[in-house]
């Protein structure tokens, strides 16, 4: 049984700058996404579907928040041998120095990784989407006598240099490796993806950062062969590649890399289409995460159109279009969401808290009566006032405010931040 033989470990990743402002106080596995879910629930519920209950989650920047949802939520039976423990990046005589990348955080690992019984190691990274059952991998790995496989995804030409573009011959064995290629060097990098891939234009390899290994050539790596290597995609893997037998699972199913503030916002809407690339409501594919012992939403006077609201809202908006709203979220009267993610709120107000701040001018959690927030995301725990109006899109330059920022034209509304009356960003 593939749950007796593989431990899974899920880098909790950097400093997550590119996702900045969401990552200022969190790390990138924490971020909410979907209006209920942390982005770390998508691996370890990929886990859990494919049989894989035995986990460990590498921390080390902002990690309180990741910590806490992870202590809070997974916790096996008794009678069961899974567990999900985080492994905090730690200062000792012999590693006296923090992960320094993704093979450093796992070498670093290794001495409590190994008191388990396991032949293979399933590494996965903890800022993606998507919905694999990695027992078709791990039977692929089996199947071709491999030392290390690699998930791969065709891509198309645009998106081909933000990864590592790999060829593979016949027997789906990996032959060549570059990180990163530059446009000029794409036309010697193609590959046969197969009809339905290369009608769509996606005729090139790119690892997705998903690795099984062999037990023993994982410590040999690490611990010996490659040392003082402390990135896996930009020095394990290509020397590998001339060393070992690294085969390529291909993939073909949805999968986005939550790299920047674009891809998260675009993540996240897309949800809310009518036929979703990633699919919340598949019984055989579910997203696990906190149970929350929340009131159902309840809404009044709104008109709503592909959106996604979360358990615990109290909306009277006017509209609310192509949106997703997260748990405890408020909206008030007259108010119109078009294309935003609200995040929501950690915890409600009551009558006497939102009395007292608005006797000192301190709007109430959440969005105010009359707002117009347009291409938006919404930190938790945001207070914006009434006749508040936000637009992003292309016509702003980024920047970086003490209440938002702005990235490729989306607004960011830093979590808890205090937007009074009246405002406007246009």
């Given at each position: ?192 993806t197969g009809s339905t891939m290369a009608q769509q234009g996606r005729n090139y390899l790119a690892s997705m950062g998903i690795y099984i290994f062999n037990r023993k050539v994982l410590f040999d790596l690490l611990e010996t062969e490659k040392r003082n290597a402390t990135d896996f995609g930009k020095e ?191």
């Amino acid at each position: 049984m593939i749950s007796k033989k593989v431990v899974a470990v899920i880098l909790g990743g950097g400093a997550g700058t590119r996702l900045f402002p969401l990552t200022a106080t969190r790390s990138k596995p924490a971020v909410p996404i979907a209006g209920k879910y942390r982005l770390v629930d998508i691996p370890i519920s990929n886990c859990i579907n494919s049989s894989i209950n035995r986990m460990f989650v590498l921390t080390q920047y902002n990690s309180a928040s990741l910590n806490k949802h992870i202590k809070n939520t997974y916790q096996f039976s008794g009678f069961s041998s899974g567990f999900v423990d985080i492994l905090a990046a730690e200062q000792t005589p012999d590693s006296p120095g923090w992960f320094q990348g993704t093979a450093d955080a796992v070498r670093q690992s290794l001495k409590h990784i190994e008191k388990n019984d396991f032949e293979y190691v399933l590494i996965l990274s903890g800022d993606q989407l998507y919905q694999m059952d990695f027992a078709d991998m791990f039977n692929h790995h089996q199947q071709a006598g491999a030392d290390i496989t690699i998930a791969t995804i065709p891509v198309g030409e645009r998106e081909a240099p933000e990864f590592g573009i790999l060829k593979s011959n016949p027997e789906q064995l990996i032959t060549s490796f570059i990180e990163k290629p530059s446009k000029d060097l794409l036309p010697q990098w193609t590959s046969d993806t197969g009809s339905t891939m290369a009608q769509q234009g996606r005729n090139y390899l790119a690892s997705m950062g998903i690795y099984i290994f062999n037990r023993k050539v994982l410590f040999d790596l690490l611990e010996t062969e490659k040392r003082n290597a402390t990135d896996f995609g930009k020095e394990i893997i290509p020397d590998s590649i001339n060393h070992y037998k690294v085969s390529s699972f291909q993939y073909e199913g949805y999968w986005t890399d939550i790299g920047n503030i674009y891809s998260f916002f675009e993540a996240n809407l897309s949800l809310t289409l009518d036929i979703p690339p990633f699919n919340l409501f598949d019984n055989d594919k579910m997203v696990y995460s906190r149970a929350r012992m929340l009131p159902p939403a309840k809404i009044s006077g709104s008109t709503i159109d592909q959106t996604i609201i979360a358990e615990g809202s109290i909306i009277h908006a006017a509209h609310i279009s192509n949106s997703v709203i997260g748990i405890r979220s408020r909206i008030g009267q007259g108010s119109n969401i078009t294309s935003c993610y609200i995040m929501g709120n950690d915890f409600y107000e009551t009558i006497d808290e939102i009395a007292a701040n608005q006797s000192k001018g301190i709007p109430k959690i959440g969005i105010g009566d009359h707002c117009s927030l347009k291409n938006v995301i919404a930190d938790k725990d945001c207070r914006i006032g009434n006749h508040v109006v936000i637009e992003g899109g292309s016509h702003l330059a980024d920047t970086d405010h003490p209440l938002y920022a702005i990235k490729d034209g989306i607004v960011v509304v830093k979590k808890g931040a205090v937007i009074n009356d009246g405002f406007e960003l246009r």
